[in-house]
């Protein structure tokens, strides 16, 4: 779908009038970047796949009440993704860890095998340090590092202004620097 | 020494973030995935399915009222031969 054709706002008018075509729309466009979150917050694909579909649904029942205050539509379904994944955790917090077996970490070209492989060893290490953060320093580093957002567009989805984004991805930092000094793995910039 | 664990060199905020953008990869769903999903999205709302079983049952009752109609036809069309046949 090319972007000049889409007039989100059009499409979101539609969609809130029951035109299930827009929301199909709507959905294509959103899928992945809600597939990302909520794969990253739960770790798997089988929970991620449900979570996905919950998000989508919802918001289809309830577009009627989504109004434009400055909140972007993608900001909207964000915050029902990050209702259904904390409602997720709080209903599995019993487990005392969530399988990370099938989060992809994919070898960068030209890499000698042996280095790979400290790689993704040191990318698993780190991915469990992430899920051990706090819930919004974990949505934080997904909208940043998966999802490319500035740290404005963050602030709209979390409900905080940019600077206090800039100041909470610091002390997020600065948290997992002194967890991955515990982990032995290397900060050097090689 | 404690100013020294509440900040970040510019060397160690490049490398964290270089370990982070090699982690936090954008992932792509698969696409039976995504098929599956489109096809739950697509799945029927409650009111719908209400709606649907309405009309079944409305379906039902028409159907009834037809064998139901057949079956007085074919019982005055019996009893009218029925009568004929006698009066000849």
């Known amino acids: ?190 | 020494m404690n100013k020294l664990r509440t900040t970040l060199s510019d060397d160690q905020i490049s490398a964290l973030e270089a370990h982070l953008a090699g982690t936090l990869k954008p992932v792509t769903p698969p696409m039976e995935i995504v098929q599956r999903l489109r096809n739950r999205i697509h799945f029927p709302e409650r009111q719908v399915i209400v709606l649907r079983l309405r009309d079944w049952q409305r379906m039902f009752l028409v159907f009834g009222g037809v064998m139901s109609g057949m079956l007085v036809m074919i019982t005055v069309a019996r009893a009218f031969f029925y009568l004929m046949r006698r009066h000849m």
Not at chain 1, 118 to 128: A, P
Request: no cysteine; net charge neutral.
């Open chain 1, 1 to 190: 779908m090319l972007d000049k054709e889409f007039n989100e706002e059009d499409v979101l008018t539609r969609a809130a009038q029951g035109d299930r075509d827009a929301f199909g729309l709507l959905y294509e466009r959103y899928l992945d970047r809600i597939f990302n979150y909520v794969y990253y917050r739960t770790g798997n694909l089988h929970d991620a796949e449900d979570l996905t579909a919950r998000v989508f649904q919802r918001a289809m029942n309830h577009i009627k009440n989504y109004t434009d205050r400055g909140v972007p539509f993608s900001a909207w379904l964000y915050r029902i993704a990050h209702n259904l994944v904390a409602n997720w955790h709080r209903d599995r917090s019993r487990r005392q860890e969530i399988p990370i077996n099938d989060v992809p970490v994919l070898p960068s070209k030209g890499d000698h095998p042996e280095r790979n492989l400290v790689r993704s060893q040191e990318e698993s290490t780190l991915l469990k340090l992430i899920r051990r953060l706090p819930p919004e320093r974990q949505n934080l580093l997904i909208l940043k590092f998966v999802e490319n957002m500035s740290n404005a567009e963050i602030g709209k989805i979390m409900g905080r202004s940019e600077g206090a984004v800039k100041s909470l991805y610091h002390r997020t930092l600065l948290s997992l620097r002194d967890h991955i000094g515990d982990q032995h793995i290397s900060l050097d910039n090689d």
